[in-house]
């Protein structure tokens, strides 16, 4: 699978289209490289949804251009979009509509003429199977949500866009998640997610972009934003515990997922003090 | 469409029982008026209140009010007209009943006035200003719930039948343009709306259930009698408001008065 790149160039957007209307995006331009992973940042309001819908052809700008690959969005549907762009909504666990799990799921691929194998896959690989013959509303709506990517996962999309992909799900289903869109990732997939989960965005992002007010304000790798309390604290974020974590101990080479954080605590020789050097004593000792 | 339309009129601003009181006068009023020449007042009055919600909202009041109205109307002149008492009139070249089109013109009048109030009411009424009013009244948690629910499950439907159809879009299902194509693309998703709408009611109960606003919770912090939840920002309300509302109570009641009286005398 080959991904997408992403080019978005000086674009504008207002809901309203009169006067005196809020103007959502005020200039943005952004580059994506095929097979990246990205992160998009931001407080409510600052547009991040707006320049997704603007991806998948939902609106137009009203400045400005926006490339999919060879693709010129403006010059398509959204039912065109559909056979490059994978798009997970925001409020995705409102979206299903098919009266099992696993027709919902297959509705996407159906559409767009590809492979069934996408289905089993989908629902595999985000642990669904044992509720895919179930209607979408006799689950809770974290696993309707779940449901919405691994419909889109199902479609094979060379670039996915999704908006809030975690919010409201618990550790193992974002583990799930994460897992899913790095296999894709690997597979040289374009992921670009909206997140206000900054765990679930280390996991999987390695470049982060930061809007507000209708503008992007960082653009930088996720480790090195992970860092810098003062750039997070002005989007109203922190760092996730695992960096605060290794900003404590001052880990060596700044790690930024949980298994880098475990494997530089690792090489942590414990002699701060007698006691730390104590604990780590009886503890190889007893293993 | 109809629902809640965003705006700045005079209704908009007004306390929302304000807004509630006048459509209930005309509700109430409808029923008091017996005579096709005070129906014609009544939905005078109630185009004049529609007509205070000014442009925008009349679209999602008055339009839908007359496409409703409409076919009333015109059922309601072939039964009476046709099937009335005698003596008869000629209307062109039909002839019809004079006392079947009096009732015909009362009976739709009413419809029209009443159907008109309630679209407008609903139109300038924001269920949160509502809740707040309600709240700030000391209304308990299940009448507000329902209300607010009640009022805005039209929209919430609307919203959900529009994600529906771009998250479809975007796996791939063509929309034609036409708005005759995307109703049709709406028949299969009245199942999963309803049952959308109920997942989302209940797990509103519960999130609410959750953070205490139950009111069957007795007691709580201030030691005493049933927790009392304090709202946010009730809207404001004014003397004039509270004087117009007890003069349509006195209109509403002077109007039945009359009724009987004539209906005895
Ligand atoms: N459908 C809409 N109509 C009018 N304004 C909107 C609409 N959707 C979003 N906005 C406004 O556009 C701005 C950006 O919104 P959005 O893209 O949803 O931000 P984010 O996803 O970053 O929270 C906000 O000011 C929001 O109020
Ligand atoms: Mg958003």
Redesign the interface.
Known sequence: MTGYAVRVEAVRFAYGGGEGDVEALKGVSLDVAAGERVALLGPNGAGKTTLTRLL?A?RRPAAGRVLVGDWDVATR???E???R???V?Q??D?????RTIADDVA??PR??GRPASGVAAALDELELEAVAGL???DVP?PTRKLV?LA??LA?EPGLLVLDEPTAGLDRRERERVVAALRRRADAGVTVLAVSHDLAFVAELAERAVVMRDGRIVEDRAVGDLMYDRAALSRVGLKPPTTVEISMALGLAGGPVRAAEVVEALRGVRWTQNAESSRDAEQASGSS | MIGYVAGRSILHRAHPYTTLALAGAVLLGAFAMTRPLQVGLLVLGAAGFAALGGGATLRSSAKPALLLALPIWVLLFVLHGLLGPEPRVFFGPVRLSAAGIATALVLGGRVTAIVLAFLTALATTAPHRLVEAMTAGGQPFGRIFLLSSTLTVLPRMRERAALILEAQQCRGLRLGGSPLARLKALGPLALPLVLGALAEVDEQVLALDARGAGDRREGGEGGGGAARRTALDPPRDSTAQRVVRWALLVLVLAAYAWKFRSMRG
């Open positions: 998948v939902l549907r959204p039912d979009m559909a056979r762009v994978g798009y909504f409020h995705a409102q979206q299903l509509f098919a509705f996407g559409r767009l209607h979408p509303y709506p919405a419909g889109v479609m």
